[in-house]
Protein backbone atom coordinates (compact mmCIF):
# COMPACT_ATOMS: atom_id res chain seq x y z
CA UNK A 1 0.00 0.00 0.00
CA UNK A 2 1.30 3.31 -1.03
CA UNK A 3 1.42 6.07 1.92
CA UNK A 4 2.38 9.51 1.36
CA UNK A 5 3.08 11.83 4.31
CA UNK A 6 3.02 15.95 3.29
CA UNK A 7 5.50 18.36 5.67
CA UNK A 8 6.94 21.74 5.28
CA UNK A 9 3.77 24.01 5.18
CA UNK A 10 3.61 26.93 7.59
CA UNK A 11 2.75 30.89 7.59
CA UNK A 12 4.56 33.12 5.09
CA UNK A 13 4.29 36.66 4.47
CA UNK A 14 3.79 37.59 0.97
CA UNK A 15 6.24 37.24 -1.35
CA UNK A 16 8.16 34.52 1.26
CA UNK A 17 8.99 31.04 0.07
CA UNK A 18 8.21 27.95 1.28
CA UNK A 19 9.23 24.05 0.04
CA UNK A 20 6.82 21.31 0.51
CA UNK A 21 8.40 17.92 1.15
CA UNK A 22 6.32 14.19 0.56
CA UNK A 23 7.84 11.29 1.64
CA UNK A 24 6.55 7.71 -0.21
CA UNK A 25 6.60 4.90 1.20
CA UNK A 26 5.11 1.47 -0.02
CA UNK A 27 6.71 0.91 -3.38
CA UNK A 28 10.10 1.71 -5.56
CA UNK A 29 10.06 5.14 -6.59
CA UNK A 30 12.22 4.14 -9.65
CA UNK A 31 10.23 1.76 -11.34
CA UNK A 32 7.18 1.96 -13.04
CA UNK A 33 4.30 1.56 -11.01
CA UNK A 34 3.52 5.07 -9.90
CA UNK A 35 3.59 7.21 -12.96
CA UNK A 36 2.83 10.50 -11.78
CA UNK A 37 3.05 12.43 -8.90
CA UNK A 38 1.46 15.46 -8.38
CA UNK A 39 0.68 18.76 -5.43
CA UNK A 40 -2.69 19.69 -4.96
CA UNK A 41 -4.54 21.93 -2.71
CA UNK A 42 -7.65 23.11 -1.48
CA UNK A 43 -8.97 26.37 0.38
CA UNK A 44 -11.83 26.52 2.65
CA UNK A 45 -15.26 26.63 0.35
CA UNK A 46 -13.09 25.74 -2.33
CA UNK A 47 -12.81 22.75 -4.68
CA UNK A 48 -9.39 20.32 -4.57
CA UNK A 49 -7.27 22.12 -7.93
CA UNK A 50 -4.12 20.88 -9.15
CA UNK A 51 -0.78 22.88 -8.63
CA UNK A 52 1.81 20.34 -10.61
CA UNK A 53 2.26 17.49 -11.42
CA UNK A 54 5.77 15.25 -12.28
CA UNK A 55 5.79 12.02 -14.87
CA UNK A 56 7.99 9.84 -12.69
CA UNK A 57 9.72 8.08 -15.39
CA UNK A 58 10.82 11.14 -17.52
CA UNK A 59 10.60 14.29 -15.09
CA UNK A 60 7.91 15.91 -17.35
CA UNK A 61 6.40 18.28 -15.40
CA UNK A 62 3.30 20.10 -15.49
CA UNK A 63 1.55 23.33 -13.67
CA UNK A 64 -1.78 25.06 -13.24
CA UNK A 65 -1.39 28.67 -15.39
CA UNK A 66 -1.78 30.54 -11.57
CA UNK A 67 1.76 29.04 -10.33
CA UNK A 68 3.77 29.02 -13.55
CA UNK A 69 7.48 30.63 -12.85
CA UNK A 70 6.82 30.73 -9.04
CA UNK A 71 6.13 26.79 -8.26
CA UNK A 72 8.91 24.37 -9.10
CA UNK A 73 7.98 20.46 -9.06
CA UNK A 74 10.72 17.81 -8.46
CA UNK A 75 11.58 14.27 -7.43
CA UNK A 76 14.34 12.33 -5.26
CA UNK A 77 14.50 8.87 -6.25
CA UNK A 78 17.03 8.32 -4.22
CA UNK A 79 14.81 9.61 -1.34
CA UNK A 80 11.15 8.51 -2.32
CA UNK A 81 10.52 12.18 -2.04
CA UNK A 82 8.45 14.80 -4.01
CA UNK A 83 9.25 18.40 -3.31
CA UNK A 84 7.02 21.29 -4.04
CA UNK A 85 9.52 24.42 -4.17
CA UNK A 86 6.44 27.84 -3.56
CA UNK A 87 8.53 31.60 -4.64
CA UNK A 88 6.80 34.76 -4.49
CA UNK A 89 3.73 33.46 -2.78
CA UNK A 90 0.76 35.28 -2.73
CA UNK A 91 -2.57 35.42 -0.26
CA UNK A 92 -4.29 33.20 -2.92
CA UNK A 93 -1.92 30.51 -2.44
CA UNK A 94 -3.20 29.81 0.75
CA UNK A 95 -4.71 26.39 0.90
CA UNK A 96 -4.68 22.81 2.61
CA UNK A 97 -1.75 20.86 0.69
CA UNK A 98 -1.60 17.67 -0.75
CA UNK A 99 0.57 14.95 -2.51
CA UNK A 100 -1.37 12.75 -4.38
CA UNK A 101 0.43 9.46 -6.67
CA UNK A 102 -1.62 6.99 -9.44
CA UNK A 103 -0.30 4.06 -11.30
CA UNK A 104 -2.38 5.44 -14.29
CA UNK A 105 -0.57 5.87 -17.39
CA UNK A 106 -2.60 8.25 -18.93
CA UNK A 107 -4.24 11.22 -17.20
CA UNK A 108 -5.59 14.92 -17.37
CA UNK A 109 -2.52 15.69 -14.73
CA UNK A 110 -4.36 18.44 -13.15
CA UNK A 111 -7.56 16.61 -12.19
CA UNK A 112 -7.93 14.87 -8.76
CA UNK A 113 -9.96 11.88 -9.78
CA UNK A 114 -6.79 10.63 -11.32
CA UNK A 115 -4.66 9.78 -8.36
CA UNK A 116 -5.12 6.87 -6.56
CA UNK A 117 -3.43 7.33 -3.51
CA UNK A 118 -3.26 11.06 -1.31
CA UNK A 119 -0.97 12.51 1.82
CA UNK A 120 -3.18 13.60 5.15
CA UNK A 121 -2.11 17.48 3.38
CA UNK A 122 -0.28 20.02 4.77
CA UNK A 123 -1.51 23.82 5.65
CA UNK A 124 -0.06 26.36 3.73
CA UNK A 125 -1.02 30.10 4.97
CA UNK A 126 0.63 33.60 3.35
CA UNK A 127 -0.77 36.88 4.61
CA UNK A 128 -0.84 40.07 3.06
Known amino acids: QVQLVESGGGSVQAGGSLRLSCAASGYDYSIYYIYYMGWFRQAPGKEREGVAA????????YYADSVKGRFTISQDNAKNTLYLQMNSLKPEDTAMYYC??????????????????WGQGTQVTVSS
Open 54 to 61: IRTGAGST
Open 100 to 117: AATPYTSIETMKPHEYRY
